[in-house]
């Protein structure tokens, strides 16, 4: 392994990769404002390492902005935290800006715990991120001269998680959040497992870039298609055996904890996050290649009872933090025709900040404001999903033959399916080859975006599509894949992508002709079926119903597109390989435990695998309902 010296957006987020490209033109800082460093003392005598920016220009006291990192703070040559970049429309309203090392990362002491639980509250000396949070705040309005006894916080992705802990048990003081892109389930849906499936590359990557010093370091890769690497690496055995020697905690983690225990339960979020107490504004990103589940399931999580209406949600056509910088207009090769991510920092983040911590302005929105691709535009919602996507009038998308996908229900008796051979010497790559390190950069932050055709028509991925649509159809809501398959094996995994087809004569962009863009996708394992904390095994040839939950979604499938889903069983190396033959613990499984299995996707009367999607009719309403009237759009400046 050598020394990652980090781009500065790996400060900000978990994944290390948001391609923002903050401007090189940014203001000097040592203009604006007057930096002071401390060392903030926190109850068990750790002292964390923190920059206080306080603006020269102060006629009136200002309220803290405080954003905690594991990353460090990227100092540029006069000692200025480059973090700033990411807050020009905040730094414009004025703040007093504190950026601070979490202990034991950087410059902070202590010891570094990834995703440090919450503390237990029976032991007074006890501490987790939100009590340091809690003790910063507090030191803070005692020893910096200028404030209005408020602070704000935000962050993206660990600093999201690390902005949710703080509400945990919030300071009094602490008048505004903004969770973006925090992982809140780390098995169930986030960073290191989706439905129990091990995300190989990030997990093996990210515990050693966290854990091998203080420092961010990257891994040193010997080969430059990490597919092949990965493949080569062989059975997850091999991983401490080979590299780590078990001296990195979260590998150990991973492997000591393969099922839903106590330990991964914990960590959740599910059990502390009740009432809000705080105006907590979550953000999230349609392609989010990392924490898509986390900000929504906490918006979830708090909208349960929410009875001061402080629970608020935005959704837009972004990857892993991709709205922090940069105009937010493209994702890789797909143009939503204005600046998205500039407007959420102008006309969402700004003024939200502004309301809660200067009793300014008013809310920038009513609940929730998401992106509604396709269409390119804004929408605003008084719930999330909207309360007129009901499940019972979801309508379905059925598998049919020929590759047929269809409104219209299979008739046909008996069984029919459609089969592949799905084998873990020969996976299907998650993106096209050669596949870069996850760190630092490369394709990474923006491969949900690939055209899919790299595995279309492979052997073993089946697809089905409908006719190009006569109508536009409008998907809001959650989505949801009921899958009846079999395998030949004793545990397989399940592959689901929903896919908008483009016309092979696309005007707006020629390039993009006959595109296949995912818009919702997830993996379930199927030893899982029954339980998370308890796995069984297959039975071998017997149809199982699997329903696969790809969560919420805000797009537009437009007149001429069709609508595809595809289904496989390997998805490496964002995914480890499913020996397909059952075992104990899959992170202790052997070379020969791999085996090829035939898969079996059902499409027949009695066993119908299809897609309930929440789809609105073209009057405006869904399927099946009528009466109802779409919130209107939200202009937005270009």
Not at 129 to 158: C, P, Q
Not at 504 to 522: H, N, R
Not at 566 to 593: G, H, L, M, Y
Not at 601 to 608: N, P, T, V, W
Request: aromatic share 14%; charged share 25%; net charge negative.
């Amino acid at each position: 392994m050598r020394t990652f010296y980090r781009p500065l957006l790996l400060l900000l987020t978990l994944a290390a990769c948001v391609n923002t490209g903050i401007a090189e033109d940014s203001p000097d800082y040592s203009d604006l404002f007057r930096k002071i460093e401390a060392m903030i003392p926190t109850r068990d005598g750790v002292r964390l390492h923190t920059e206080i920016y306080v603006p020269k220009q102060m006629h009136h006291p200002l309220p803290f902005i405080i954003e905690r990192t594991p990353y460090g703070l990227d100092n540029d040559k006069k000692g200025f935290s480059r973090n700033l970049g990411l807050y020009d429309d905040l730094i414009r309203e004025g703040y007093i800006f504190v950026l601070q090392d979490i202990r034991g990362r950087y410059k902070s002491e202590g010891r570094f715990v990834m995703n440090r639980p919450p503390r237990e509250k029976s032991n007074p000396k006890s501490v987790d991120e939100g009590t340091d949070t809690y003790d910063t705040i507090e030191w803070l309005l005692k020893n910096v001269t200028g404030n209005n006894g408020r602070a704000g916080i935000l962050g993206i992705s660990y600093g999201g998680w690390l902005t949710t802990m703080a509400l945990l048990e919030p300071h009094p003081a602490l008048k505004a959040a903004s969770e973006q892109a925090s992982p809140e389930d780390q098995f169930l849906g986030d960073d290191f497992h989706h439905n129990g499936a091990f995300r190989l590359s990030y997990g093996f990557e990210y515990a050693a870039l966290m854990e091998t010093s203080n420092e961010n370091f990257h891994f040193k890769f010997d080969k430059y298609d990490t597919y092949e690497w990965y493949l080569e690496l062989g059975a997850l055995s091999n991983a401490n055996q080979r590299y780590f020697h078990g001296q990195l905690p979260t590998w150990n983690d991973f492997v000591e904890h393969p099922n839903y225990d106590a330990f991964w339960q914990r960590l959740a979020f599910w059990p502390y996050l009740k009432t809000p107490t705080v105006p907590n504004l979550n953000v999230a990103g349609w392609w989010d290649q990392e924490d898509f589940y986390g900000p929504v399931h906490i918006y979830e999580l708090m909208e349960k009872n929410d009875p001061k209406h402080l629970n608020y949600l935005v959704v837009g056509p972004w990857n892993h933090g991709g709205w922090a910088a940069g105009s937010g207009r493209k994702l890789g090769a797909i143009d939503f025709q204005s600046d998205t991510a500039k407007y959420f920092r102008a006309n969402v983040q700004a003024p939200w900040f502004a309301y809660w911590l200067k009793d300014k302005g008013k809310l920038p929105l009513h609940e929730a404001l998401t992106f509604e691709t396709g269409s390119n535009q804004w929408k605003r919602y008084e719930h999330w999903p909207p309360q007129y996507m009901t499940t019972a009038n979801n309508p379905k998308l059925y598998f049919r033959e020929s590759g047929k996908l269809s409104f219209e229900p299979p008739s046909q008796k008996g069984e029919a399916f459609d089969s592949y051979l799905s084998d873990p010497a020969h996976p299907v790559p998650y993106r096209h080859r050669p596949i870069s390190p996850t760190y630092p950069g490369g394709e990474w932050p923006t491969w949900l975006l690939e055209d899919q055709r790299f595995v279309d028509q492979r052997p073993d991925v089946a697809s089905w599509r409908t006719e190009p649509l006569q109508e536009d159809v409008v998907i809001a809501g959650d989505i949801v894949a009921d899958l009846f398959a079999s395998t030949t094996g004793s545990d397989a995994d399940w592959i689901v992508k929903l896919i908008d087809v483009y016309p092979e004569e696309y005007s707006p962009d020629p390039k993009l002709g006959g595109y296949q863009l995912i818009i919702a996708d997830e993996v379930f394992r199927s030893r899982f079926r029954k339980s998370f904390e308890k796995p069984e095994p297959i039975v071998p040839n017997q149809v199982i119903e699997y329903k696969i939950d790809l969560h919420t979604n805000d797009h537009a499938f437009l007149k001429g597109h069709r609508i595809m889903v595809q289904v496989q069983s390997t998805w490496f190396p964002v995914i480890d390989r499913n020996p397909q033959t059952f075992v104990e613990n899959i992170f202790k499984a052997t070379e020969r435990d791999y085996r090829p299995a035939t898969q079996r996707i059902y499409r027949s009367a009695q066993h119908s695998s299809h897609m309930v999607v929440p789809v609105e009719s073209p009057g405006g309403g869904t399927i099946g309902v009528s009466n109802f009237s779409r919130q209107p759009s939200v202009g937005q400046s270009q």
